[in-house]
């Protein structure tokens, strides 16, 4: 690492198994996998139904609407890409398309002090590389702001 | 006794040099933690003939090579774990060699070096399950103890002081614990005035780093009588898992597989949560022993927070936890110092921090992806 270069954020190491849903992400598509059988979306992408064992999962596109289960706020930064952006707002989301359809995420637009339980979130993209676009979240209805990269 | 098989007793418990900048090796600590607890027990290297072993990947010695090293040339059987909670997953697969008559007596170990604030290497793609957390900033242990930590809160509408007062409480069993690291007494304004990782979990909520090996050794209700301790004798155990991996992805972050491990756990035995008169309740983050204290129904779901508020987990309290200070005082032991401490208060030994008459206690490790519980007793 060089001294002069500012630090680049953590980037996903894209497999066969994950491909999908980077994919979805750079076209502004939140994708998960579906079991047709067991009607359940799962999240990390996986090779197997949890449910059922099947492998005959499709990628299927999700509203990208939720509430907040959970949240901390970051006050420490364990790499140094994020330690000109502390405080900032980690989230679990509570995807509404399955009770327990969960992602963890990054809360923009959104002071610290304003996020809480069940709050409504809804996805707004960041495009990092022109390979990686993040799912982050901001609250529902609020109009977008551009997204800082 | 957990299922059939023979009845299992801990007959010796002891730690390294335990600290923040030892200089040992994990070849050096192991010895020691070993030699620890055979001169507790007045065990001989010719009496032990099983070896388990857990670790991190990254500080793991093989249990046979932890053999060899103690000059232990012919184990009957070896177990080394680089996954579950902490110390008891070492300890229970002792337990079970044991009751299973598989080995007679087991040394179970856990090792480790001071591990610092770590995070992803810079530069490093995310790979796996990591890439859903790392570019978002995630995926550090004190972060998800931190949203576990929000969740309780917002759930069971408990202030920080649920948190902070079993940490004020812990720091008091410290300051009488000569070995502990951390000795100075808190007061509830201290904590609320310590910093934020991961907001709202504070510095305070965290366990100690050090360099340590914990060591504790099991063996039959039989043999237990030839060694010099009084038999403290494991009446039940269990693990927990998850149907997620992963511990920011928990699908109840106030109820996780802590709550199955204790079912099981007390599905086999005849005592009950009320029999239990001292605990030692795994506070990597604090979040998590007041987790366990519901989980094995020491109180009822959300009522930790009372629980502790009552003075039950402090010293004169029915059932006081972690009285050695636990981890955030007497230093990443990682599970052992939660079964040592129980073991020495069922022994009657340990001095200012006893609790009167304890017959019953039970030792608990980790949350949610990973869990385990043992129950022990005296008589």
């Known amino acids: ?149 | 006794m957990s299922g059939a098989g023979r009845r299992v007793a801990i007959v010796g418990v002891g730690y390294s040099t335990v600290g923040r900048d030892t200089g040992l090796s994990l070849k050096q600590l192991i010895a020691q933690g070993a030699a620890a607890a055979m001169a507790d027990g007045g065990v001989e290297q010719a009496d032990i003939d099983g070896v388990a072993m857990h670790a991190f990947p990254q500080h793991f010695v093989p249990a046979y090579e932890c053999g060899a090293l103690l000059g232990l040339p012919s184990l009957k059987w070896t177990s080394g774990s680089i996954e579950g909670p902490a110390f008891l997953s070492a300890g229970i697969h002792a337990a079970a060699a044991v009751a299973s008559g598989t080995a007679d007596v087991v040394l179970a170990l856990r090792p480790m070096l001071r591990l610092g604030a770590t995070g992803p290497t810079p530069g490093a793609r995310a790979a796996g399950g990591r890439q859903f957390l790392e570019p978002f900033g995630a995926g550090r242990p004190a972060q998800w103890a931190g949203m576990i930590k929000q969740r309780m809160m917002s759930e069971f509408g408990w202030g920080e002081e649920a948190f902070g007062r079993q940490m004020v409480a812990q720091r008091e069993f410290a300051a009488m614990n000569p070995d502990a690291l951390l000795r100075n007494r808190i007061t509830l304004d201290d904590y609320m005035n310590t910093r934020y990782v991961a907001k709202p979990l504070r510095l305070l909520d965290c366990d100690y780093p050090v360099d340590s090996c914990g060591a504790v050794i099991f063996t039959t209700e039989e043999r237990a009588r030839d060694f010099k301790q009084k038999p403290v004798f494991v009446e039940s155990w269990s693990f927990g898992t998850s149907g997620e991996s992963d511990f920011e992805l928990a699908e109840d972050m106030t109820r996780t597989s802590s709550f199955d491990a204790a079912a099981a756990m007390w599905a086999r035995t005849s005592l009950t949560p009320q029999d239990v008169q001292v605990a030692g309740l795994y506070d990597g983050f604090s979040p998590i022993t007041l987790n366990w204290m519901e989980a094995l129904g020491l109180c009822g779901r959300g009522e930790a927070s009372d629980f502790v508020a009552e003075g039950n987990t402090s010293l004169g309290g029915r059932v006081p936890v972690n009285c050695d200070g636990g981890a955030t005082n007497v230093g990443r032991v990682h599970g052992v110092n939660h079964v040592a401490e129980v073991v020495r208060q069922l022994r009657g030994t340990s001095g200012d921090r006893q609790r009167p008459d304890a017959k019953v206690g039970v030792a608990a490790n980790s949350i949610a992806a990973f869990t385990a519980c043992m129950l022990m007793s005296a008589e």
């Not at chain 1, 002071?111 to 809804?122: A, D, F, I």
């Open chain 1, 1 to 149: 690492m060089t001294t002069e270069t500012a630090p680049v954020r953590p980037l996903p190491l894209i497999d066969d198994e994950t491909r999908f849903f980077w994919d979805g992400t750079r076209e502004h598509r939140l994708l998960m996998q579906y079991c047709a059988d067991c009607k359940r979306y799962h999240h990390y992408p996986r090779p197997v139904c949890p449910g059922c064992l099947s492998s005959d999962m499709a990628p299927e596109e999700l509203s990208g609407r939720g509430r907040v289960y959970t949240y901390t706020i970051a006050e420490q930064a364990f790499h140094p890409f994020f330690a000109d952006r502390l405080p900032y707002v980690l989230v679990v989301v509570d995807l509404e398309e399955q009770p327990g359809l969960r992602f963890v995420s990054e809360l923009v637009q959104c002071s610290p002090e304003e996020v809480s339980v069940g709050m409504p979130v809804e996805v707004v993209w960041e495009d990092v590389t022109e390979e990686v676009t993040l799912p982050l979240f901001k609250p529902a209805g609020s109009a977008d702001r551009a997204v800082q990269a």
